[in-house]
């Protein structure tokens, strides 16, 4: 259709029809970003006494859940989405309308709404959201460095101790570990210095216990004994293949690193050539699989038609590691948090009737465990899981959601319905009081201070660094 309606136009025409989507873009950013706006303002009323603000699930976070499950995306990301919509909607609402309008690119939005984030005072932000809205459009090109420079410009000028200062101390260290591709992973992050050092001058030291046959670069032998140290190695394991290495006695045993890789029997015996999946990281090559099942302790899955439903809260080994093999990650619409993170929950409460059988149980972050425990009932959000792990959601709002288990797309069989049992499906409502709950003191954590007290105390201390920075090294700096 598209390629029928551009083939008669001119080069000229076919640009205009290039801006003319990228206004539409903008536009339907804002009306997004809006729309999980209003959401919070009309959840979010009257709350003010409610005992659930000081809840770690509060009323914010059961709208996340909404907007997230809409959107297909995580929590975190429709929290954002709905801390941009409220701003647009009540700090900066021209810059609003200019993206509503498509004059301006969200990212230059994006910008704003951080750097004026300290700005408290009513008339101050009308006057900066006035000038905001009247330049933004020129910034369209800049890059974000730029742009940054351009807003704290004005905002110094209206509100020093608004100016959002760039500030890296050692509460900042993070360690992050993302997929690759074709097997590989990516590792960033920021550690104190010393501990830098410290893990360079390891690798360099682990790098150099391979004898000169090894056929690695240095470097793939420095990414190589991130592994050996992990595993509590002490040297390389060389790949020369000369029996008579010099480094071949220096390899240490493996420590009691644990990962779970899932295969086909076939692949494992050199039968097949299917790939493995790593959750979290995707597929890796059949021969991968094979290197590393030959130094692993291999279990058997069991298949859903051997299991059965059993008499306790808990299941079994073999039951819980098929539910998290099945489902892989948390199975709340729009949520991706990996199945070793999560609880195994009863779809229907056992103290309501649930058996713990494949077709009653699931995977659940913590998060969203909690927000299917105490925002439940016939105001909250409703399940219900079918024999082959599909399963089904009703929000609040009534907007209904389907999620599908992660593992049958790579093993179809997992698929396979674990047998029926009779299932009443009834409104979820809070778990019950069995005995031999693992979560039995599951109850919901409390916040020490609201979410709002929290947003107020983080901006008055942003705010005070700022004013004393000030007050030591007044202008001209």
């Given at each position: 259709?598209?390629?029928?309606?551009?083939?008669g136009?001119?080069e000229?025409?076919?640009l205009?029809?290039?801006?003319?989507?990228?206004?539409?873009?903008?536009t339907?950013?804002?009306?997004?970003?809006f729309?999980?706006?209003?959401?919070?303002?009309?959840?979010?009323?009257?709350?003010?006494e409610?005992?659930?603000?000081?809840?770690?699930?509060?009323?914010?976070?059961?709208?996340?859940?909404?907007?997230?499950?809409?959107?297909?995306?995580?929590?975190r990301?429709?929290s954002?989405?709905m801390?941009?919509?409220?701003?647009?909607l009540?700090?900066?609402?021209?810059?609003?309308?200019?993206?509503?309008?498509?004059?301006?690119?969200?990212?230059?939005?994006?910008?704003?709404?951080?750097?004026?984030?300290l700005?408290?005072?009513?008339?101050?932000?009308a006057?900066?959201?006035?000038?905001?809205?009247?330049?933004?459009?020129?910034?369209?090109?800049l890059?974000?460095?730029?742009?940054?420079e351009?807003?704290?410009?004005?905002?110094?000028?209206?509100?020093?101790?608004?100016?959002?200062?760039?500030r890296?101390?050692?509460?900042?260290r993070?360690?992050?570990?993302?997929p690759?591709?074709?097997?590989?992973?990516?590792?960033?992050?920021?550690?104190?210095a010393?501990?830098?050092?410290?893990?360079?001058?390891?690798l360099?030291?682990?790098?150099?216990?391979?004898?000169?046959?090894?056929?690695?670069?240095?470097?793939q032998?420095?990414?190589?004994?991130l592994s050996?140290?992990?595993?509590?190695?002490?040297a390389?394991?060389?790949?020369?293949g000369?029996?008579?290495?010099?480094?071949?006695?220096?390899?240490?045993?493996?420590?009691?690193i644990?990962?779970?890789?899932?295969?086909?029997?076939?692949?494992?015996?050199?039968?097949?050539?299917?790939?493995?999946?790593?959750?979290?990281?995707?597929?890796?090559?059949?021969?991968?699989?094979?290197?590393?099942?030959?130094?692993?302790?291999?279990?058997?899955?069991?298949?859903?038609?051997?299991?059965?439903a059993e008499?306790?809260?808990?299941?079994?080994?073999?039951?819980?590691?098929?539910?998290?093999?099945?489902?892989?990650t948390?199975r709340?619409?729009?949520?991706?948090?990996?199945?070793?993170?999560?609880?195994?929950?009863?779809?229907?409460?056992?103290?309501?009737?649930?058996?713990t059988?494949?077709?009653?149980?699931?995977?659940r972050?913590?998060?969203?465990?909690?927000?299917?425990?105490?925002?439940?009932?016939?105001?909250?959000?409703?399940?219900?899981?079918?024999p082959?792990?599909t399963m089904?959601?009703?929000?609040?709002?009534?907007?209904?959601?389907?999620?599908?288990?992660?593992?049958?797309?790579?093993?179809?069989?997992l698929?396979?319905?674990?047998?029926?049992?009779?299932?009443?499906?009834?409104?979820?409502?809070p778990a019950?009081?069995?005995?031999?709950?693992?979560y039995?003191?599951?109850m919901?954590?409390?916040?020490?201070?609201?979410?709002?007290?929290?947003?107020?105390?983080?901006?008055a201390?942003?705010?005070?660094?700022?004013?004393?920075?000030?007050a030591a090294?007044?202008?001209?700096?």
């Open positions: 259709m598209f390629d029928t309606r551009l083939g136009l001119t000229a025409e076919v205009a029809e290039m801006a003319s989507a990228q206004r539409a873009e903008r339907a950013v804002a009306r997004r970003l729309a999980a706006g209003r959401l919070c303002q009309l959840r979010m009323s009257g709350v003010t409610d005992q659930r603000l000081n809840w770690c699930i509060d009323n914010w976070e059961a709208v996340a859940a909404e907007v997230g499950a809409e959107l297909g995306i995580s929590r990301r429709a954002v989405q801390e941009h919509g409220l701003a647009l009540e700090r900066l609402p021209k810059l609003g309308a200019v993206l509503a309008a498509g004059d301006v690119e969200f990212r230059v939005v994006a910008v704003a709404l951080f750097r004026t984030a700005i408290t005072d009513p008339d101050l932000l006057t900066i959201d006035t000038a905001l809205a009247r330049n933004a459009p020129g910034w369209n090109a890059p974000q460095r730029r742009i940054a351009c807003i704290d410009w004005r905002v110094r000028e209206l509100d020093p101790a608004a100016e959002r200062v760039a890296q101390s050692k509460t900042d993070h360690i992050e570990i993302g690759g591709r074709d097997g590989l992973a990516t590792v960033w992050g920021s550690v104190q010393p501990d830098a050092a410290a893990l360079d001058r390891r360099d030291q682990l790098a150099a216990t391979v004898c000169p046959g090894d056929s690695r670069t240095r470097q032998r420095r990414a190589d004994a050996a140290l992990t595993a509590g190695a002490t390389l394991r060389c790949d020369c000369s029996p008579n290495c010099p480094a071949a006695d220096t390899t240490a045993e493996p420590g009691q644990v990962i779970h890789l899932i295969a086909e029997a076939d692949t494992v015996s050199g039968r097949g050539e299917s790939p493995g999946y790593l959750p979290g990281y995707g597929h890796l090559p059949a021969d991968d699989v094979r290197e590393l099942a030959s130094r692993a302790t291999i279990r058997q899955l069991v298949r859903p038609e051997q299991l059965r008499p306790g809260y808990r299941p079994s080994r073999a039951l819980a590691e098929f539910i998290r093999h099945r489902d892989l948390c709340f619409p729009g949520c991706d948090v990996p199945a070793e993170f999560c609880d195994i929950d009863h779809s229907v409460p056992r103290s309501r009737g649930g058996a059988h494949p077709s009653n149980l699931s995977l972050c913590r998060p969203h465990h909690l927000l299917k425990t105490f925002w439940a009932g016939a105001d909250g959000w409703r399940e219900k899981l079918h082959d792990g089904e959601w009703i929000s609040p709002a009534g907007r209904r959601y389907t999620t599908t288990p992660g593992g049958v797309i790579f093993f179809p069989q698929a396979a319905p674990a047998g029926h049992i009779d299932l009443r499906q009834t409104e979820v409502s019950g009081d069995e005995r031999d709950s693992p039995r003191g599951l919901m954590p409390l916040r020490r201070r609201t979410r709002a007290e929290e947003r107020a105390a983080r901006i201390w942003e705010r005070g660094l700022n004013e004393a920075r000030w090294d007044p202008p001209p700096f």
